[in-house]
């Protein structure tokens, strides 16, 4: 009965304790303050940078931000200094562990920031003409495609 009895209070105890941890909505994020943080926004770019202050509607203020852009295999960081983000443009945020996303050791290649660009260039080209053929495909079936509607990915 003893024994019973504490592990109640000790379970009570613990409720408490994870009770105190947890901070609802915006708040749970001042936890990431001062951290490398990841943060992919609605227009489908990927920021990395330090969290240096977050307000009441999730607006973020990056510090040593960077842009990196992703095609293929490949990337290349386009260097942003401080950046402002208005919080609903957040589709996803958090925090980066150096040791796993070496990009390197992700088989990812750096490559210089005019490469990239072309290649995204390139990416978009191709994307726009697959529109293209899938919005003509739609049509001679009488349906309505309405092509760039990712341009608000999220």
Same mark, same amino acid.
């Given at each position: 009965?003893?024994?019973?009895?504490?592990?109640i209070?000790?379970?009570s105890?613990l409720q408490?304790i994870m009770?105190l941890?947890?901070?609802p909505g915006?708040?749970?994020?001042l936890e990431e303050l001062?951290?490398k943080?990841?943060?992919?926004?609605?227009?489908g770019? #990927?920021?990395? !940078?330090y +969290?240096?202050?977050i307000d009441?509607f999730a607006?973020?203020? %990056?510090? $040593?931000?960077?842009e990196r852009?992703?095609?293929?295999?490949?990337y290349?960081d386009i260097?942003?200094g401080?950046?402002?983000?208005?919080?609903?443009?957040v589709?996803l945020?958090?925090?980066i562990?150096?040791?796993k #996303?070496e990009? !390197?050791? +992700?088989?990812?290649v750096?490559?210089s920031?005019?490469?990239? %660009?072309? $290649?995204q260039?390139v990416?978009q080209?191709?994307k726009?003409e697959?529109?293209?053929?899938r919005?003509k495909?739609?049509?001679?079936r009488?349906l309505?495609y309405?092509?760039?509607?990712?341009?608000d990915?999220?």
């Amino acid at each position: 009965s003893s024994d019973l009895t504490k592990l109640i209070l000790l379970d009570s105890l613990l409720q408490e304790i994870m009770s105190l941890s947890y901070l609802p909505g915006t708040a749970s994020l001042l936890e990431e303050l001062d951290k490398k943080l990841m943060v992919l926004l609605r227009d489908g770019r #990927t920021l990395i !940078g330090y +969290l240096r202050s977050i307000d009441q509607f999730a607006n973020l203020v %990056l510090h $040593k931000t960077i842009e990196r852009i992703h095609v293929g295999q490949s990337y290349g960081d386009i260097p942003r200094g401080v950046f402002v983000v208005r919080g609903e443009n957040v589709v996803l945020l958090g925090e980066i562990d150096q040791e796993k #996303t070496e990009p !390197g050791a +992700l088989g990812l290649v750096e490559v210089s920031l005019e490469e990239i %660009l072309e $290649k995204q260039a390139v990416q978009q080209q191709e994307k726009e003409e697959t529109d293209r053929i899938r919005a003509k495909a739609f049509k001679e079936r009488g349906l309505s495609y309405t092509a760039g509607a990712e341009e608000d990915m999220y």
